[in-house]
């Protein structure tokens, strides 16, 4: 089976020269630099997803992470002041809106779905009594989320178990055993929207994955795998486009694309979580 390796997409070589020039930007802007920025900074090079930071002050780091163009990063701010150097930080950086930022006026609850978030930031000692829980932390990271916690002075990371009762979807039907039964213990019937990748090939409805053209969706690793058909002002079919999510949250990871044949089953996919 030929592989497909993101590091060679061609979106991510756009990503990098947008990098390279939005680090030459910002690179003046924070002259000073706190233990605890500089240590989440360093630890998340190579992070991707989605990533809340509270409470933010100047912007220094929502602006480090969201440069990398890997990471949907929003601060959250807990008074006018520090709102507003956010904004003009992230704005002065040209980085909305990979990075956003939001004033809060409780920081003990987390406005995010279950299981959402991949990397947390969280500064205890700045928070005091307005911190949010422990619980609150663990119910709004996602499985093999990272949390880093600032507290009495020293740095705390907490990576949060994915259940061993949870289960991936790599083939068409399930596993290469070609049996389409999941051994996830966890599924029910839904009761909320978690994302929405915007991807219907069948205006129809139904099953995409039951429909020459559509390969269906891929779950492994976190991570989600699709196809999908771009189309032209006309609304004829010109692109063939195959990408991935982040399966908790849907923060786009990388995608690529390949001309269209219609009335063709481009491929048959399996996935690991990295790669497919």
């Known amino acids: 089976m030929k592989l497909h390796d993101k590091s ?19 690179s003046h802007l924070f002259a000073a630099a706190g233990t605890f ?26 602006s480090e992470l969201g440069r990398a163009g890997r990471l949907l990063v929003q601060g959250l701010a807990v008074d006018d002041a520090s709102a507003a150097k956010t904004i003009a930080a992230i704005t002065d950086c040209g980085l909305y809106p990979l990075a956003s930022v939001e004033k809060v006026r409780d920081p003990r609850r987390l406005a995010f779905a279950d299981n959402l978030v991949n990397l947390l930031i969280v500064d205890l000692d700045a928070l005091g009594g307005r911190a949010p829980a422990m619980s609150e ?45 999941s051994h996830d213990r966890r599924v029910k019937p839904p009761t ?55 399966a908790y949250n849907g923060v786009p990871l990388w995608s690529t694309t390949k001309k269209y044949k219609g009335g063709q089953r481009p491929m048959h996919i399996a996935a690991d979580g990295r790669r497919v």
């Not at 060679?8 to 910002?26: E, H, M, T």
């Not at 809340?52 to 002050?57: A, E, K, M, S």
């Not at 909320?192 to 039951?210: D, M, R, T």
């Not at 020459?212 to 692109?239: E, I, P, Y």
């Open 37 to 62: 920025d500089d240590h989440v900074i360093a630890a998340c090079r190579g992070a991707e997803g989605l990533c809340i930071h509270i409470p933010c002050t100047d912007g220094r780091l929502e």
């Open 137 to 181: 932390i663990q119910r709004v990271l996602c499985p093999n989320g990272v949390a880093y916690l600032w507290q009495n002075g020293r740095v705390k990371k907490i990576t949060k178990p994915r259940p061993e009762d949870t289960d991936d979807w790599t083939h068409f039907d399930y596993g290469p055993d070609g049996n389409a039964v």
């Open 8 to 26: 060679v997409d061609r979106s991510a070589v756009v990503v990098g020269l947008f990098v390279l020039s939005v680090s030459s930007i910002c």
């Open 192 to 246: 909320q929207i978690q994302w929405c990748s915007g991807v219907q090939p069948i205006k129809l409805g139904g099953n995409p994955a039951g429909f020459v053209g559509s390969m269906g969706f891929r779950l492994a690793g976190g991570r989600a795998f699709s196809d999908w058909t771009r189309q032209d002002a006309n609304g004829r079919n010109k692109q063939a486009c195959f990408g991935a999510w982040d």
